[in-house]
């Protein structure tokens, strides 16, 4: 069993990392602002009724959200559910670097766009050339697609100067940012034409859109709309796309 101060840790980073303030995760609990701190603090005890509205809320069982080892869990089940190969985390952070150097200071791209961003870039790639761009994993949750392992990669980053995380604030809610410190370096992942094509293409097809609004277009996706809840996408399933998603069916746009 998890340990009251893990388990307030884990409360404060799941909310932290689907961007609700303390306040908005408040109003879907229905209890006081200052019961968030509270909780997040360990300074007071989760009720049951409490860990099930907040298992629902962060879309896993309330056995995992008391799990010991959860990060551990949800490793192995990328593993064993994914079905490209092996993950090129060099390559994977060097195109998080370019997304971010050509659209990142836009006031609408926060963590949630950004995902999108490299979601529709590695899904892209792959349907036009039936190869992986980062090999990455985008697992299935409410907004949308995810990749897999995303703040540990992040953490990486920020630690050795590639990044580093800002707060702002969009529309009257809490966003997360992230500004790069350096520039990608093409040499370190090989930089093609072709890759830089795709990549810049999905910028300027989606760079301006909010959250809310790229969360519901990906919906539409059939990768996304095909997979289960919280399952890892199927990079086969892009073959299947149609207009307007297919990037077949757009190529000179």
């Known amino acids: 069993m998890i340990t009251k101060h893990k388990l307030a840790e884990r409360i404060k980073k799941m909310r932290e990392d689907r961007e609700l303030s303390q306040e908005e995760l408040a109003l879907k609990l229905g209890i006081p602002r200052p019961s968030i701190s509270q909780l997040e603090s360990g300074q007071r005890d989760v009720s049951s009724i409490e860990l099930a509205k907040l298992a629902n809320i962060f879309e896993i069982s309330v056995d995992d959200l008391l799990s010991p080892d959860l990060e551990k869990k949800e490793c192995k089940n990328i593993k064993k559910e994914f079905k490209a190969p092996e993950f090129d985390k060099t390559k994977f952070k060097q195109v998080l670097l370019y997304i971010l150097d050509k659209c990142g200071a836009k006031a609408n791209v926060g963590e949630t766009v950004l995902y999108k961003l490299l979601y529709f870039s590695d899904f892209n790639y792959y349907e036009l050339f039936e190869d992986y761009l980062t090999g990455a994993a985008y697992r299935k949750i409410s907004y949308g697609p995810a990749p897999c392992g995303f703040q540990e990669i992040i953490r990486e980053m920020i630690k050795d100067g590639?990044?580093?995380?800002?707060?702002?604030?969009?529309?009257?809610?809490?966003?997360?940012?992230?500004?790069?410190?350096?520039?990608?370096?093409?040499?370190?992942?090989?930089?093609?034409?072709?890759?830089?094509?795709?990549?810049?293409?999905?910028?300027?097809?989606?760079?301006?859109?909010?959250?809310?609004?790229?969360?519901?277009y990906s919906h539409g996706d059939i990768p996304w709309e095909v997979a289960k809840d919280k399952e890892v996408i199927d990079y086969d399933t892009v073959f299947y796309r149609k207009p307007p998603f297919s990037v077949r069916a757009y190529p000179e746009e």
Do not use: C
């Open 162 to 216: 590639d990044l580093k995380k800002v707060v702002a604030e969009y529309y009257g809610k809490p966003q997360k940012k992230y500004l790069p410190l350096v520039n990608a370096d093409v040499n370190a992942w090989n930089w093609s034409a072709r890759e830089k094509e795709v990549i810049d293409k999905v910028i300027e097809r989606f760079s301006s859109m909010d959250a809310t609004t790229i969360s519901e």
